[in-house]
């Protein structure tokens, strides 16, 4: 079952403009994860922010996670082309062992 | 190097034909989970296990069927009941409960049918 939900659907910027999606999700959290995918790959893990946490950093990326809001966002900062791909967040729900994903958002880096 | 693999690639199923897709990680993890992912869409999980000879159905199990006989493997079946088939499927794994950590992923078989 599907419980977050990725804002935008689709997000086009210029090569060294800052992106920024959202996720939204329905319950209580253990952590909320980022990853992503390019076309026609697996997935890959980007980073994980724990409930107790409301930021953390990884290199260009930048995560924040509301809880009383049941929302994350993910920031890149100075995009580059190799940034093109799907970004999707996953929540680990609390008493439930399984992954819940979100639809994703498709960012497409113009240079 | 430690990871997870997915074989074949690419897959061709004939009409009324079950074919098995094959899924080993060497990372010593617990658990392991089959998603189906539709173009356009996110995962939706078919089955996971989180202990070898143990597995339960995800959300769209119909038509498919798993089995975990090594901790190393998890190979799913798609069987003749699977009316839509073709997707891409991804096999995942992580350390198990309770471990709240991050999934790795194969890089994927796209399954076709023809």
């Known amino acids: 079952s599907q419980q977050g939900e990725e804002d935008p659907q689709a997000l086009s910027i210029q090569e060294g403009e800052n992106a920024t999606m959202n996720c939204s999700y329905k319950?209580?959290?253990?952590?909320l994860q980022w990853y992503r995918q390019n076309s026609g790959r697996g997935l890959v893990h980007l980073i994980l922010?724990?409930?107790n946490e409301r930021e953390k950093h990884s290199g260009r990326l930048r995560v924040t996670l509301d809880t009383s809001k049941k929302s994350s966002s993910l920031l890149i900062t100075a995009s580059r082309a190799a940034d093109t791909a799907s970004y999707f967040c996953?929540?680990?729900?609390?008493?439930?062992?399984?992954?819940?994903w979100g639809a994703g958002t498709k960012l497409i880096i113009k240079p | 190097d430690g990871g997870i693999t997915q074989s074949p690639k690419y897959l061709f199923r004939k009409e009324g034909q079950n074919v098995t897709l094959s899924c080993e990680q060497n990372?010593?993890?617990?658990?392991m989970y089959w998603y189906r992912q539709d173009p356009g869409q996110g995962l939706r999980l078919i089955y996971y296990?989180?202990?070898?000879?143990?597995?339960q159905k995800g959300d769209i199990a119909e038509g498919y069927s798993v089995s975990r006989e090594k901790k190393e493997s998890f190979p799913l079946t798609v069987t003749s009941a699977q009316k839509n088939p073709t997707a891409f499927y991804l096999c995942?794994?992580?350390?198990?409960?309770?471990?709240?950590?991050?999934?790795?992923f194969g890089q994927g078989t796209r399954l076709t049918v023809v």
């Open positions: 995942a794994s992580d350390p198990g409960q309770g471990a709240y950590t991050e999934a790795f």
């Open positions: 990372l010593n993890h617990d658990a």
């Open positions: 296990s989180q202990i070898v000879n143990d597995f």
């Open positions: 319950t209580s959290i253990n952590n």
């Open positions: 922010i724990r409930s």
């Open positions: 996953a929540t680990d729900v609390r008493d439930n062992y399984q992954l819940i």
